[in-house]
């Protein structure tokens, strides 16, 4: 039906860069807010960022100035740059949509599997 496959994470030091990726495939109609989660462990998952379809971003606080979400509409595809990186910032990340499929009238929410992201010296 609709999936979410992420990419991008890995090991970097403090004060390093990743971009992350989640590309949307399936049987799509329409796509609303993209957001990317994350989880470290022991915590609940967490909202990190959020775009809507038009474009309009919002951040947790913790990450502002330092993470900027973006979309690619015409791919499916949400992206998370990440500069600036902090040993807080270690979690699985998990990117998120809001799906309308070909055969129903509603959105429904997708996530995808997740990509590890460890910030450490």
């Known amino acids: 039906q609709v999936q979410l496959v992420e990419s991008g994470g890995g090991l970097v030091q403090p004060g390093g860069s990743l971009r992350l990726s989640c590309a949307a495939s399936?049987?799509?109609?329409?796509?609303?807010?993209m957001a990317w989660y994350r989880q470290a462990p022991g915590k609940e998952r967490k909202l990190v960022a959020v775009?809507?379809?038009?474009?309009?971003?919002n951040y947790v606080d913790s990450v502002k100035g330092r993470f900027t979400i973006s979309r690619d509409n015409a791919k499916n595809t949400v992206y998370l740059q990440m500069n600036s990186l902090k040993p807080e910032d270690t979690a699985v990340y998990y990117c998120n949509a809001d799906i309308k499929t070909m055969s129903s009238v509603i959105f429904a929410t997708y996530w995808g599997q997740g990509t590890q992201v460890t910030v450490s010296s």
């Open positions: 399936g049987s799509i109609f329409s796509i609303n807010a």
């Open positions: 775009i809507s379809s038009g474009g309009i971003a």
